[in-house]
């Protein structure tokens, strides 16, 4: 097995993880299977229980874990299936190591960091490693490991030293580390600025590690003369000193380390060359510039509780392009957060308030993603009822598709009072519930969660149309609670359809309203399957109604084609 170690310095959020994946589909570009890990050296034992506001989206996968986002773009990017082991989190470790030790599996010996930890964390990579991930049989020929955070943080100390040891076993041909960096350029002077990387480094160096490339964050693109002091005070040829400046999308990422010829460096490094092609990126480059070119949009209201940060709904942002694009359209994202919809907010913020209305009111279609509590539930009520007076196309995700239950209850059956057992456990009618089987004591991990089946009633309806007539789709849920399946009744002879069901038929997954454009809600997170070049149908559903062309797409496929 051949190891890519990313690792981060100066400061985090630089994109240790878009850089990873791009490394990743260059290498695969090159004719290699590629494998992934992230390695998160929080306590917690998954993202599970983070909220979106610090830590961005939660990503689930198909075994039902709960991860970091960066594996959502290892995913879009290498298009392939991960599990929570490709997700390694200090708690994993301390946790296993501790079982052990209960066990007496150490045999009295006193347990410590070294070796115990970093023996835990060695054999951990080192399996998961070996896992095919691309649906092939035998393991990849390269893992690239991402190592969050920032070189120097204390409780990256232990996965340091476990991947300075792993390095030393497996030698010098089978181990590539590339440390990102930024270069800052200070206004007043103007000038770019090597010293925060040159510290970076020599960090890194003094705990046992050094880098073999230095992939240099940016604005602008690198002088030739910050490389050749680089290359000078941080020990590392000028030819694998590569700069990812900014660039107008991150699909150009990939085409930019092509470019700077970095598969060149690493497969040097890792003794591949003679097995490796040239990198076939013509599909790639393909879509990095078509969506450069786009010239038409489409107005998107989201309405939600974490708009004040974009990455807590980074996959449904992703959804949205993926489906843009096969339209030939350019996104125009207009976040409304949920609470200045509010009738209080009139009073309390007229201004926001004003504003959220008329976004609402200007957008082509509503979007009403996941969430969890009921701080701006009822904005999101509101956003449903428009939509579904106006003839707006909607997507409820989850919670959006629970909201359009609620307001459809309050509106259209007259239940005034009717709510989610969430938001109000005094409700004289709970339309959506508790799952029978989730923990009210414990957090992680008691949901619905993973890959689950969900079965169309009929495939006479928008949704199964859209999943090309399927009589079933698997998709990948996160929620506790879900709609009482004692209303289902009642909504649907008042119009409210509930067109896909679990195995079971009491877990409702997919309602529609017939004689609206486009008003679809859906019980799982169809935004985590979303690939490039391979559209979420709910997304593409959405966008298709946005601009009036769902009905045509659906009789050309219909028609065979």
Known sequence: MKYVLVTGGVVSGLGKGVTASSIGVVLKACGLRVTSIKIDPYLNTDAGTMSPFEHGEVFVLDDGGEVDLDLGNYERFLDVTLTKENNITTGKIYQSVLHKERKGDFLGKTVQVVPHITDAIKERIESVAHVPV??????????????????????????????????????????????????????????????????????????????????????????????????????????????????????????????????????????????????????????????????????????????GLTDSYLSVVKALLHACIACSLKPSIDWIAASDLEDDSAESAPEAHAAAWKTLRNAECVLVPGGFGDRGVSGMILAAKYARENNVPYLGICLGMQISVIEYARSVLGFERANSAEFDKETPNPVVIFMPEGSRTHMGSTMRLGSRRTLFQTTDCVTSKLYCNAQYVDERHRHRYEVNPD???????????????????????????????????????????????????????????????????????????
Not at 248 to 277: E, M, V
Request: proline fraction near 7%; charge should be negative; include cysteine.
């Open 134 to 307: 691309d649906g092939k049989e035998g393991p990849a020929d390269v893992c690239v490991i991402e190592l969050g955070g920032t070189v120097g943080d204390i409780e990256s100390m232990p996965f340091i030293e476990a991947l300075r040891q792993l390095f030393f076993s497996v030698g010098h041909d089978n181990f590539c580390l590339i440390h990102v960096s930024l270069i800052p350029v200070l206004g007043v002077v103007g000038e770019q600025k090597t010293k925060p990387t040159q510290h970076s480094v020599r960090e890194l160096r003094a705990l046992g590690l050094t880098p073999h490339l230095l992939a240099c964050r940016s604005a602008q693109p690198l002088l030739d003369n910050t490389k050749q002091k680089l290359s000078q005070f941080c020990h590392v040829p000028a030819a694998n000193i590569l700069n990812i400046h900014d660039v107008p999308n991150i699909w150009h990422i990939p085409l930019l380390l092509r470019n700077q010829n970095a598969h060149h460096s690493i497969l040097k490094q890792l003794d591949l060359l003679s097995i490796a092609t040239p990198p076939d990126l013509e599909a790639w480059t393909r879509m990095a510039e078509t969506f450069d070119n786009l010239t038409d949009s489409v107005r998107i209201a989201m309405v939600g509780k974490y708009v």
């Open 487 to 561: 209303i289902i009744e009642v909504l649907e002879e008042a119009g409210l359809k509930f067109v896909g069901k679990d195995e079971t038929g009491k877990r409702m997954e997919v309602l529609e309203l017939p004689g609206h454009p486009f008003y679809v809600g859906v019980q799982f997170h169809p935004e985590f399957k979303s690939r490039p070049g391979k559209p979420s149908a709910p997304f593409l559903g959405l966008i298709l109604s946005a601009k009036g062309q769902l009905e045509a797409y659906l009789n050309w496929h219909q028609n065979g084609s």
